[in-house]
């Protein structure tokens, strides 16, 4: 998933003050050496710098920031949390923590509180009222396909989504091309079965509504389906913690003419593993309900469409989220 704006937000407040951060600390400390990791945008490595930090200077308040600002950029939202409220128990309240949680709880998919805290940043520190990437964050998190309304305890979510951009009946079956990722030997197969499964799941719920068949070319294909180990490939801004992307062309009608999904199936080009199945199986199925015509998101984190990851040990689709596909075809 491409970075959100509050994360890219994040990272220009903490650059601009990383070196007043660490003042008083000697050169030796691994502080300085997880500064120049978090400019470099390694986050993994600042951390494991600034944990180290942490035991010789129990009491920094702006170590635990940091160390909030890396756990939220590796996806360890609930962990950042937990430092940059401990971070302003210890140091007192400023702009920059105010922002790393708001990502953080954007990342757990709680909009409504991301948006609480962005308000408050620019509370504390009026100049972020006047910062344009800063506005653009709060303006995003005000967006109803980022925000969803409706009640989490409905049948379905229909009356949250910003609009439904179905399939039309002359269009069964979909087309649809998985295409091979030679810089990824080995896990075509798997990434096929994961694909076929989720449009089996969705395919099912819609009571027959909708069909698929694979084919070959992707010329000849209606929906594309691509996996990668290339989070800024995954082009969608929407889906925090999911690292997925769907691009839809549709018809004047508003029907749904052509469509990319790109999946992340591993962190990094330098990762030696994929990441868990069933995670990948959430992303894919996430971004099939926006594929076949879903666009916006529940407020109900126990459905796929919820605009997080599910909290479930499997990847299934909830109740809500059969009845919300199986209404929208029969509309």
């Given at each position: 998933?491409?970075?959100?704006?509050?994360?890219?937000?994040?990272?220009?407040?903490?650059?601009?003050?990383?070196?007043?951060?660490?003042?008083?600390?000697?050169?030796?400390?691994?502080?300085?050496?997880?500064?120049?990791?978090?400019?470099?945008?390694?986050?993994?490595?600042?951390?494991?710098?600034?944990?180290?930090?942490?035991?010789?200077?129990?009491?920094?308040?702006?170590?635990?920031?940091?160390?909030?600002?890396?756990?939220?950029?590796?996806?360890?939202?609930?962990?950042?949390?937990?430092?940059?409220?401990?971070?302003?128990?210890?140091?007192?309240?400023?702009?920059?923590?105010?922002?790393?949680?708001?990502?953080?709880?954007?990342?757990?998919?709680?909009?409504?509180?991301?948006?609480?805290?962005?308000?408050?940043?620019?509370?504390?520190?009026?100049?972020?009222?006047?910062?344009?990437?800063?506005?653009?964050?709060?303006?995003?998190?005000?967006?109803?396909?980022?925000?969803?309304?409706?009640?989490?305890?409905?049948?379905?979510?229909?009356?949250?989504?910003?609009?439904?951009?179905?399939?039309?009946?002359?269009?069964?079956?979909?087309?649809?091309?998985?295409?091979?990722?030679?810089?990824?030997?080995?896990?075509?197969?798997?990434?096929?079965?994961?694909?076929?499964?989720?449009?089996?799941?969705?395919?099912?719920?819609?009571?027959?509504?909708i069909s698929y068949k694979f084919v070959d070319s992707r010329d000849s294909a209606n929906l594309?389906?691509?996996?990668?180990?290339?989070?800024?490939?995954?082009?969608?801004?929407?889906?925090?913690?999911?690292?997925?992307?769907?691009?839809?062309?549709?018809?004047?009608?508003?029907?749904?003419?052509?469509?990319?999904?790109?999946?992340?199936?591993?962190?990094?080009?330098?990762?030696?593993?994929?990441?868990?199945?069933?995670?990948?199986?959430?992303?894919?199925?996430?971004?099939?309900?926006?594929?076949?015509?879903?666009?916006g998101h529940s407020s109900n984190n126990h459905d796929v469409m919820f605009l997080a990851a599910?909290?479930?040990?499997?990847?299934?689709?909830?109740?809500?989220?059969?009845?919300?596909?199986?209404?929208?075809?029969?509309?």
């Amino acid at each position: 998933m491409r970075k959100t704006s509050i994360q890219r937000l994040s990272i220009a407040i903490l650059l601009s003050c990383v070196s007043c951060n660490n003042a008083g600390f000697a050169a030796v400390d691994p502080a300085e050496e997880g500064v120049r990791y978090c400019k470099a945008k390694n986050f993994s490595q600042a951390l494991s710098c600034f944990n180290a930090a942490s035991k010789e200077h129990p009491t920094s308040w702006q170590i635990l920031q940091n160390i909030g600002n890396c756990q939220m950029h590796l996806g360890q939202y609930k962990s950042a949390v937990n430092s940059e409220q401990k971070s302003i128990e210890l140091g007192g309240l400023n702009s920059t923590q105010c922002t790393i949680m708001a990502a953080a709880l954007e990342g757990l998919g709680q909009p409504k509180q991301a948006l609480n805290w962005l308000n408050l940043a620019c509370s504390v520190d009026p100049a972020q009222a006047a910062n344009p990437v800063m506005q653009a964050a709060i303006n995003r998190l005000h967006d109803p396909a980022i925000n969803p309304t409706g009640s989490p305890n409905a049948s379905d979510y229909v009356s949250g989504l910003v609009s439904a951009n179905t399939w039309r009946r002359q269009d069964m079956p979909i087309k649809v091309c998985v295409r091979s990722n030679y810089q990824l030997p080995g896990f075509y197969r798997q990434f096929s079965a994961i694909v076929k499964d989720s449009l089996d799941q969705w395919c099912k719920a819609a009571n027959g509504a909708i069909s698929y068949k694979f084919v070959d070319s992707r010329d000849s294909a209606n929906l594309v389906f691509d996996y990668t180990d290339r989070s800024d490939l995954c082009t969608s801004e929407h889906e925090a913690g999911l690292e997925g992307g769907t691009e839809m062309m549709t018809r004047e009608d508003n029907t749904a003419a052509k469509g990319t999904v790109v999946v992340l199936v591993k962190t990094s080009p330098e990762e030696t593993h994929f990441r868990d199945r069933v995670l990948i199986t959430k992303v894919c199925l996430h971004e099939v309900g926006h594929a076949l015509g879903i666009h916006g998101h529940s407020s109900n984190n126990h459905d796929v469409m919820f605009l997080a990851a599910t909290p479930e040990p499997i990847a299934v689709l909830s109740e809500r989220d059969k009845a919300t596909i199986k209404r929208i075809y029969r509309q």
